[in-house]
């Protein structure tokens, strides 16, 4: 008998620690081992997506199929554990049942695949479903070929900017050296994303593994894994995970995976600032200086951390790196659309019914993600738009709601990828309202290095505050797209250039609200 509860942050915030202890307790008080004539084991999971309904707990009789219950409280563990661990007739009225099929039948979990299902702490769990396998198939490989296999496989990288991974990795592996990083972003930023932070707490060896491949694969022999510090239990797990690495040899001078040369991990604690997510902020906050972006050229991968050649990827592409190397390039490339393979991770938030996290195939639309996936909006409102990839997203329409979740679709569309944060809003949701908050986010996140970014986010965000308190002008609009295009053309890094995107999608695709905020005066 096996009895999983998801740990993650939302499991542990809902009480998912009580409800562990309740049933552990409850097994040792009936002597259920001896009853159900077999051994009880509790393990603490992952996130497995629906975090709304937290806590969720599995029960896995042997030979039948796993029964998920949601909303679990310690008061509801004797029953379960009577009618069902005992009685083997599920508490019928508590089963999370067919929504949360729905919830999981258009999803496809590969990246998610252990998260949930195993215990994120347990090396032997992680090795028993196959961990470690596809950097034990990597190192039978040349570097070369290791690189052509993740060309091969399509993979884009999933921090935002969708840069062909295998490409990547042959630049840093062709620049001259042998001092070289590697370091996976796990400085999640955006408000509402939170699939990192799951990956690292529910499946942290898999992460581990991903980067042992890319470290082989370019010639590195050291790497950082730079997480946010508001994830103290991603931080913990990760740090378990990799002292239990040093300590069986995987990792460190022992180097029994036979990687090129012993590849040493550590974790570096971001400090909480959106621009340290920039790769040349990031770098600059592990050496120790203020994180602040820097011109580029020269990229990471030739001048990059310590001024060293530097490989970055976030926690989802390296993530990525290991199921390809377990079911092959091929199979990873059946995955998804012509120019996006594989899957991609949501983390959906505001008006939908079942919000958290979803893996899906690229492709797959934004109408079957909201709706079908995730049950579509609360309170049967009307779906009015999604803000997808975050504060430098855009707002998409319900006119777009058909549009293919892929990198060039939603690029089409007027929003992008991005890390993957989608906010839903209904009809009561004013447009312009959510373009300001955003705009607040990136302004204040600004560095302040340059003059665009630093100064001309503050002015935009001034003329969207006075038109949703009434006082707009006429040619508000126009200067607001004016400044925005400036912007985004001359500030120095990624959040300056992508700041005005909710902007100028909402203006686009919602012109008429501003016009009435300016109009009516209110
Ligand atoms: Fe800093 Fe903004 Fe300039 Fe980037 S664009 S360097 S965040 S001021």
Same mark, same amino acid.
């Not at 040349?280 to 990059?304: C, D, H, K, N």
């Given at each position: 008998?096996?009895?999983?509860?998801?740990? *993650?942050?939302? +499991?542990?915030?809902?009480?998912?620690?009580?409800? @562990?202890?309740?049933?552990? &307790? =409850?097994?040792? #008080?009936? %002597?259920?081992?001896?009853?159900?004539?077999?051994?009880?084991?509790?393990?603490?999971?992952?996130?497995?997506?629906?975090?709304?309904?937290?806590?969720?707990?599995?029960?896995?009789?042997?030979?039948?199929?796993?029964?998920?219950?949601?909303?679990?409280?310690?008061?509801?563990?004797?029953?379960?554990?009577?009618?069902?661990?005992?009685?083997?007739?599920?508490?019928?009225?508590?089963?999370?049942?067919?929504?949360?099929?729905?919830?999981?039948?258009?999803?496809?979990?590969?990246?998610?695949?252990?998260?949930?299902?195993?215990?994120?702490?347990?090396?032997?769990?992680?090795?028993?479903?196959? *961990?470690?396998? +596809?950097?034990?198939?990597?190192?039978?490989?040349? @570097?070369?070929?290791?690189? &052509? =296999?993740?060309? #091969?496989? %399509?993979?884009?990288?999933?921090?935002?900017?969708?840069?062909?991974?295998?490409?990547?990795?042959?630049?840093?592996?062709?620049?001259?050296?042998?001092?070289?990083?590697?370091?996976?972003?796990?400085?999640?930023?955006?408000?509402?994303?939170?699939?990192?932070?799951?990956?690292?707490?529910?499946?942290?060896?898999?992460?581990?593994?991903?980067?042992?491949?890319?470290?082989?694969?370019?010639?590195?022999?050291?790497?950082?894994?730079?997480?946010?510090?508001?994830?103290?239990?991603?931080?913990?797990?990760?740090?378990?995970?990799?002292?239990?690495?040093?300590?069986?040899?995987?990792?460190?001078?022992?180097?029994?995976?036979?990687?090129?040369?012993?590849?040493?991990?550590?974790?570096?604690?971001?400090?909480?600032?959106?621009?340290? %997510?920039?790769?040349?902020?990031?770098?600059?906050?592990?050496?120790?200086?203020?994180?602040?972006?820097?011109?580029?050229?020269?990229?990471?991968?030739?001048?990059?951390?310590?001024?060293?050649?530097?490989?970055?990827?976030?926690?989802?592409?390296?993530?990525?790196?290991?199921?390809?190397?377990?079911?092959?390039?091929?199979?990873?490339?059946?995955?998804?659309?012509?120019?996006?393979?594989?899957?991609?991770?949501?983390?959906?938030?505001?008006?939908?019914?079942?919000?958290?996290?979803?893996?899906?195939?690229?492709?797959?639309?934004?109408?079957?993600?909201?709706?079908?996936?995730?049950?579509?909006?609360?309170?049967?409102?009307?779906?009015?738009?999604?803000?997808?990839?975050?504060?430098?997203?855009?707002?998409?329409?319900?006119?777009?709601?058909?549009?293919?979740?892929?990198?060039?679709?939603?690029?089409?569309?007027?929003?992008?990828?991005?890390?993957?944060?989608?906010?839903?809003?209904?009809?009561?949701?004013?447009?312009?309202?959510?373009?300001?908050?955003?705009?607040?986010?990136?302004?204040?996140?600004?560095?302040?290095?340059?003059?665009?970014?630093?100064?001309?986010?503050?002015?935009?965000?001034?003329?969207?505050?006075?038109?949703?308190?009434?006082?707009?002008?006429?040619?508000?609009?126009?200067?607001?797209?004016?400044?925005?295009?400036?912007?985004?053309?001359?500030?120095?890094?990624?959040?300056?250039?992508?700041?005005?995107?909710?902007?100028?999608?909402?203006?686009?695709?919602?012109?008429?609200?501003?016009?009435?905020?300016?109009?009516?005066?209110?």
């Amino acid at each position: 008998v096996k009895i999983l509860i998801c740990t *993650g942050t939302g +499991g542990l915030a809902s009480g998912a620690a009580s409800v @562990q202890a309740a049933f552990e &307790e =409850e097994f040792e #008080k009936k %002597g259920v081992a001896a009853k159900v004539g077999s051994a009880c084991e509790v393990n603490g999971t992952g996130c497995r997506g629906l975090c709304a309904n937290d806590v969720l707990v599995d029960v896995c009789l042997p030979g039948k199929d796993a029964v998920t219950y949601d909303f679990v409280t310690p008061e509801l563990v004797p029953q379960i554990v009577d009618e069902h661990v005992i009685g083997s007739e599920p508490v019928a009225k508590k089963v999370a049942g067919k929504y949360y099929h729905e919830f999981l039948d258009k999803q496809k979990r590969v990246v998610f695949s252990r998260c949930g299902t195993i215990d994120a702490e347990s090396l032997d769990q992680f090795l028993e479903t196959g *961990g470690f396998n +596809g950097v034990k198939k990597a190192v039978k490989m040349t @570097q070369d070929e290791v690189i &052509e =296999e993740v060309k #091969k496989s %399509g993979l884009r990288g999933r921090g935002g900017g969708g840069f062909p991974t295998g490409m990547k990795w042959s630049f840093a592996k062709g620049s001259p050296g042998n001092h070289k990083y590697l370091i996976c972003n796990a400085d999640e930023g955006d408000p509402g994303a939170f699939m990192d932070r799951s990956i690292l707490e529910g499946d942290p060896y898999g992460l581990i593994e991903g980067m042992m491949i890319a470290a082989y694969a370019i010639g590195c022999k050291f790497a950082y894994v730079y997480v946010r510090a508001e994830y103290p239990l991603a931080i913990k797990r990760l740090q378990m995970a990799i002292d239990t690495c040093y300590e069986k040899g995987y990792l460190g001078e022992k180097n029994i995976l036979g990687l090129q040369m012993p590849l040493d991990m550590r974790i570096k604690a971001g400090a909480g600032a959106f621009v340290c %997510g920039e790769e040349t902020a990031l770098m600059a906050s592990i050496e120790g200086q203020r994180g602040m972006s820097r011109p580029r050229p020269p990229f990471p991968a030739v001048r990059g951390l310590w001024g060293k050649p530097t490989n970055i990827n976030n926690v989802e592409t390296y993530a990525n790196v290991s199921y390809i190397f377990y079911n092959g390039a091929d199979w990873y490339s059946s995955i998804g659309t012509e120019g996006t393979k594989g899957t991609k991770i949501f983390a959906l938030t505001g008006k939908v019914k079942h919000t958290g996290l979803v893996e899906v195939p690229a492709g797959i639309t934004m109408k079957e993600v909201i709706y079908d996936v995730c049950g579509g909006i609360l309170n049967n409102r009307k779906f009015k738009a999604v803000q997808a990839g975050g504060p430098s997203g855009g707002c998409l329409p319900a006119e777009a709601i058909e549009a293919e979740v892929d990198y060039d679709s939603l690029i089409k569309a007027g929003a992008m990828m991005g890390s993957g944060g989608l906010v839903v809003m209904d009809e009561t949701t004013c447009m312009v309202d959510i373009a300001r908050f955003f705009l607040n986010f990136t302004r204040v996140e600004s560095c302040g290095k340059c003059i665009p970014c630093r100064i001309g986010l503050k002015i935009m965000l001034e003329i969207l505050e006075r038109i949703t308190q009434g006082k707009g002008q006429e040619g508000d609009i126009e200067l607001l797209q004016d400044m925005a295009y400036d912007i985004k053309k001359s500030s120095l890094c990624g959040l300056g250039q992508t700041a005005p995107n909710p902007v100028l999608s909402t203006i686009r695709y919602f012109r008429d609200e501003y016009e009435t905020h300016i109009k009516e005066g209110e």
